[in-house]
């Protein structure tokens, strides 16, 4: 499975663009990208996964360069209901089945 | 439609006992697997099941073990509980065999199991 790195914390205003950027150096040529939201004492939420290029959805987009070597997840103009732990994870969602892999994930802190 | 429900919410046992937590998944998701979340930590796969049948395993030892049931729930059984257990217990479905593009996991809120 792909390692993953990402930034520890990252801390943003109401209102503003927040990129989260994950690196994947190595992801395999079936890895999909996948990124979770969690809020304290709930489960993990699923936000957004894509493969190549960009995904938009009500919520987030995911930008993908050509190398596919790291992904920007963008969240447009925060509130403080996003502060909130972002898990970046990478694989063969068929092969890896339901083990997904998690890091520490980032750390979002939106300030009035 | 309701979401993955888990039971109890919240849990106190001591040492040494023992403990089981419940899963609902989704309706007709036939997957579902279990993590460990230490605080401060990512969630730590444990077990998925599909179809009743044990589909993954992680690196817990042997105390961990679960079962899948007909109807898709599943029960997480934890033996000789010791502190280091200490952990949120989150339960995830998924339909098919497991999470695949546009079939992403869909987690619970998980049970606060507290070991004194």
């Known amino acids: 499975l792909a390692k993953t790195t990402q930034p520890i914390s990252m801390d943003s205003y109401e209102g503003q663009e927040v990129n989260i950027t994950c690196s994947h150096n190595n992801i395999a040529t079936n890895d999909y990208i996948t990124w979770y939201q969690q809020f304290p004492s709930q489960g993990p939420r699923f936000i957004i996964q894509?493969?190549?290029t960009k995904v938009t959805n009500e919520v987030a987009s995911l930008f993908i360069p050509a190398d596919r070597k790291s992904s920007t997840l963008s969240l447009p103009r925060v509130s403080l209901s996003d502060t909130a732990v972002y898990y970046c994870?990478?694989?063969?969602?068929?092969?890896?089945?339901?083990?997904?892999?998690f890091g520490a994930g980032t750390r979002l802190a939106v300030h009035p | 439609d309701a979401g993955v429900t888990q039971s109890p919410t919240h849990l106190i046992k001591t040492r040494g006992q023992q403990v089981t937590l419940r899963c609902s998944p989704i309706s007709g998701h036939k997957s579902v697997s279990w993590y460990q979340q230490v605080l401060g930590q990512g969630p730590q796969f444990i077990f998925q099941y599909y179809e009743k049948e044990e589909r993954g395993r992680g690196n817990f030892p042997d105390r961990f073990s679960a079962r899948q049931f007909p109807n898709y729930s599943s029960e997480l059984n934890v033996n000789a509980l010791l502190l280091g257990d200490s952990a949120l217990y989150l339960c995830?479905?998924?339909?098919?065999?497991?999470?695949?593009?546009?079939?992403?996991?869909?987690f619970g809120n998980g049970t606060r199991l507290t070991v004194t």
């Open positions: 994870l990478v694989g063969d969602m068929e092969r890896i089945r339901n083990k997904l892999i």
């Open positions: 995830a479905s998924s339909s098919g065999t497991g999470a695949s593009y546009n079939s992403p996991l869909h």
């Open positions: 894509g493969y190549k």
